[in-house]
């Protein structure tokens, strides 16, 4: 069913070869065993297998080329260690949205769902959420999660490390069994040793190569071995062309490979794996389309957001918070900041000329209002870092998981987009609407609420290209908190920037465009003739920074969609 030769794998910078011109071959309908020493390139071959990592060779999956991991969606699954899946959701939460984004019609998802429920052995904790399972609930979970497009072959890479005995052997009775009733073939990398005779056939790795396939009989003549458990002392005996030789010359003796269909030994009684004839291929479902898929991650996503109270908390204390601060700064100057928003006449302007201690006064006034402009302005950047420097970077690994099983890459980046918006649509309005209501800011309120929307807006959607682009949320959150903290000087509005350097910095300044336009808007009153008492520089007007702002949006839309694109296995 699934073959591949001479795969060779190395890293990025081709000084390190991870895979040595791997071959194999493994059995259909069966349980395949790979092992070797840690760091050998068991799981470096799986991946090369899947198209995850970049190789050279070639590898099949029932007799046609496997070119991109996109060929084998619905023919493969991959089962990781550690259970990939949304640790607030419930056991069948998760099941029922991996079905939502997989299959399309109504009553195969809910069929499915009972299925693999009973199947995993889960029906009974289906209301748990994924944070609070054990150890081997995880495994099981993480195996449900492939069976939702009930592929003929998975792949488990240590489903069974760090369980305890029992745990451990319920888990491979479990794939003995979907081997057996639903003719299934398994690829398992696995340490324990002692386990092996639980397996059809065994792949050796050693050094980033293939050095022998068979049954554990032949295992232990090959190697000279009374049992599997001096398997890795023996291979350590020699280099690895010793191996890659002998293997050689044990399989140019070996007559043509004929697939048979081998026996396991479990309770005492020999079992016999599914004949070809029985093997059951994936029951054909139709796929969503990628606006169901969108649909989908948008309604799960934000039953997430609900359910993790840290960061809802987190998120609520700097909407309604960060405006807070703003009227408390404001607080002394609010009887000023009125006097001063009505509209201009000349006799007033007249009379404000002749007056030196108003035109003071009106100067502290506007450089109170300038202040608090931009004061809102940084805090709504620093609202968009929050918003999306770790929504994609966190769960990087869930998303290359079900991109393997058939999740587009448009769907994904548009609801991801689609929520921070969201978000950031709210966290502009309410600080427009709160601070303009108390403090009475002149100007039009369309205006001011597009320009405080789009900073807000502009700097979530560039953090969350920096989240799709790095591969920590560690990293993308210091990035963003870096780009944020270079908002205020580079801006060239508190601190002079050198004239050379004004257009060079400003273009990718969130915070200038925010405040220029939302100062330029009040163009008819007089803040604006006491800001330009003390102040001739050019300053865009709202149609021009709503333009940049667009654009630093649209920059920051790309990224994301550059970076979800992009395969980032960690």
Not at 15 to 43: Q, Y
Not at 102 to 110: L, P
Not at 246 to 269: D, F, I, L, M, N
Not at 456 to 474: D, H, I, N, P, R
Request: glycine share 8%; proline share 4%; charged share 20%.
């Amino acid at each position: 069913m699934i073959h591949c030769r001479d795969l060779t794998v190395t890293t990025p910078d081709g000084k390190t070869t991870l895979l040595r011109g791997a071959s194999a071959e493994f059995l259909p309908g069966a349980m395949n065993a790979v092992i070797g020493p840690s760091g050998c390139g068991k799981t470096t071959l799986m991946k090369a297998i899947l198209g995850i990592l970049p190789s050279t060779g070639e590898a099949y999956f029932g007799g046609e080329k496997i070119t991109r991991s996109e060929d084998l969606v619905g023919k493969v699954g991959f089962a990781p260690q550690f259970s990939i899946a949304q640790p607030k959701l419930t056991v069948e939460e998760s099941l029922r949205y991996a079905l939502e984004l997989y299959v399309s019609d109504a009553g195969e998802r809910t069929r499915r769902l009972e299925t693999i429920l009973q199947v995993i052995g889960l029906a009974e904790h289906r209301g748990k959420r994924i944070e609070s399972l054990s150890g081997g609930q995880l495994r099981r979970i993480g195996l449900g999660l492939e069976l939702t497009l009930d592929p003929p072959c998975l792949i488990c890479d240590e489903v069974t490390s760090g369980l305890d005995p029992l745990s451990e052997d319920q888990i491979l009775a479990l794939l003995r069994t979907l081997c057996q009733e639903r003719g299934k073939t398994f690829l398992c990398i696995i340490h324990n040793l002692a386990k092996l005779d639980c397996f059809d056939r065994i792949t050796v790795v050693y050094e980033g190569d293939v050095v022998f396939q068979g049954t554990l009989e032949e295992l232990g003549a090959f190697f000279d071995i009374p049992d599997a458990l001096h398997l890795y002392d023996r291979l350590n005996a020699h280099p690895l062309a010793h191996w890659q030789e002998k293997w050689r010359a044990a399989r140019k003796s070996q007559p043509a490979e004929q697939v048979v269909q081998p026996t396991v030994q479990a309770g005492g009684e020999k079992v016999g794996t599914a004949s070809a004839s029985q093997q059951v291929s994936p029951v054909a479902a139709s796929r969503p389309t990628h606006g169901e898929q969108f649909v989908t991650l948008l309604r799960r996503r934000f039953v997430l957001f609900f359910r993790d109270t840290g960061y809802l908390w987190l998120t609520l204390a700097i909407t309604f918070g960060f405006p807070c601060l703003v009227v408390i700064f404001a607080l002394d100057g609010l009887p000023q900041i009125q006097g001063m928003a009505l509209d201009r006449s000349v006799s007033f302007i007249d009379e404000m000329r002749q007056n030196i201690q108003f035109k003071i006064d009106a100067m502290e006034t506007a450089s109170l209002v300038t202040g608090l402009v931009m004061f809102q302005v940084i805090l709504l950047t620093l609202m968009g870092s929050n918003n999306g420097a770790r929504e994609i970077a966190a769960e990087r690994t869930l998303y290359e998981k079900e991109r393997l099983s058939g999740l587009g890459v448009v769907p994904y980046a548009l609801s991801k987009m689609a929520f921070v918006l969201l978000i950031a649509g709210f966290q502009g309005a309410w600080m427009t609407f709160f601070v303009k209501v108390i403090c009475r800011f002149p100007g039009p309120w369309l205006t001011q609420l597009a320009m405080l929307m789009l900073v807000c807006g502009s700097m979530t959607l560039v953090c969350l290209g920096f989240s799709a682009l790095c591969k920590s949320a560690e990293k993308a959150s210091l990035l963003s908190i870096y780009l944020v903290g270079f908002q205020l000087p580079l801006s060239g509005v508190v601190l002079a920037l050198p004239d050379a350097l004004v257009w060079v910095c400003r273009p990718f300044i969130n915070s200038y465009w925010g405040w220029a336009g939302y100062l330029s808007s009040m163009l008819d009153t007089r803040l604006w003739d006491a800001f330009r008492e003390n102040n001739a520089e050019w300053v865009a007007s709202p149609a021009q920074a709503i333009f940049a702002l667009v654009l630093q949006g649209a920059v920051g839309a790309a990224l994301v969609w550059w970076g979800s694109s992009r395969k980032q296995w960690q």
